[in-house]
């Protein structure tokens, strides 16, 4: 109870003492929401526009003035407009002299100009003071008031990273960047106009030492999306596996067999059949000498 009427009573203005009157350049989001909260805090507010045309916008209980007008009922003058249009002050230099200027200006980028706003601003109105303020407030946060930023502190969590969920992710992307570009590259080595201008070692090694390391890539690429569903009871809807787990059928297949040969008790023997290997030669001469024979 004690909580709630705290935040009540700040948000109403305190009229049991007369409170110096602020200043306020520029009638934008910043300015107007700066302004609603001064009068809630009791202080009168004036704002100096270019318009004095009273606006819905404007908060209640605030006048509008000229720069000049409003300049000279205020000692403290919140300059809320941006840099580029602080030409508007060199002609009210004089008026300015001896007042409080609170820059509540940030940039948009780093070392976006070589001086600081607030410097830019002491060197156009150098007879007054200048200070920095408010410009870690954000018009929402003036807005919103205490108990809205209470509530957005208690549900701005910051979650620890899972390094495990990273590293899957950023191996599915490499996976899958690499071997499509692979496979980019065995599409191009296919047409007649590349294979033609190539030897027959280098032909195979792309089709063959390439083509393999391609399906292997492609395989951990899918694998790394969903290979812990595999034994997961509820991927399989309607008994029936996804598409990327039938899509793996194959593949699978043909790496395990590969794998298997290239053992060398299974590479060497085929290696020297493809070469011209026979385990009989004795026979293979005889047959070759009765086929000729007959020939004749």
């Known amino acids: 109870m004690n909580k709630n009427s705290s935040n009540t009573m700040a948000l109403a203005p305190n009229t049991s003492s007369k409170r110096e009157t602020v200043c306020i350049f520029g009638t934008g989001d910043f300015g107007r929401a700066l302004g609603h909260k001064m009068i809630q805090s009791g202080y009168p507010v004036v704002f100096g ?57 940030n940039n948009l980028k780093i070392n976006q100009y070589p001086e600081s706003n607030a410097e830019y601003l002491a060197q156009l109105v150098p007879g007054a003071k200048v200070v920095k303020a408010f410009n870690t407030v954000s018009a929402w946060a003036l807005q919103s008031g205490t108990l809205d930023a209470s509530r957005q502190a208690l549900n701005n969590k910051t979650e620890p990273l899972n390094t495990t969920n990273a590293w899957l992710s950023d191996s599915y992307l490499a996976l899958g960047i690499l071997g499509f570009f692979l496979f980019v590259l065995l599409g191009i080595t296919s047409l007649p106009s590349v294979s033609n201008n190539v030897n027959w070692r280098e032909f195979r090694f792309v089709q063959s030492k390439l083509g393999y390391l391609t399906l292997i890539l492609c395989t951990a690429h899918t694998l790394v999306y969903g290979g812990n569903r595999f034994l997961s009871p509820s991927s399989y809807r309607w008994y029936l596996p996804n598409a990327y787990m039938l899509s793996l059928i194959v593949p699978c297949i043909v790496l395990v067999v590969k794998f298997v040969l290239i053992f060398p008790c299974l590479d060497k023997p085929l290696t020297r059949i493809r070469q011209g290997w026979e385990r009989n030669p004795q026979y293979s001469e005889q047959s070759n000498y009765i086929i000729n024979k007959s020939a004749v």
């Open 49 to 105: 526009s270019r318009s004095t045309q009273t606006s819905s916008l404007i908060p209640k209980g605030a006048e509008v003035f000229s720069h000049a007008e409003a300049a000279q009922k205020a000692a403290i003058i919140i300059i809320a407009v941006q840099r580029q249009h602080y030409n508007f002050l060199i002609p009210l230099a004089e008026i300015l002299r001896g007042k409080v200027l609170v820059d509540v200006s």
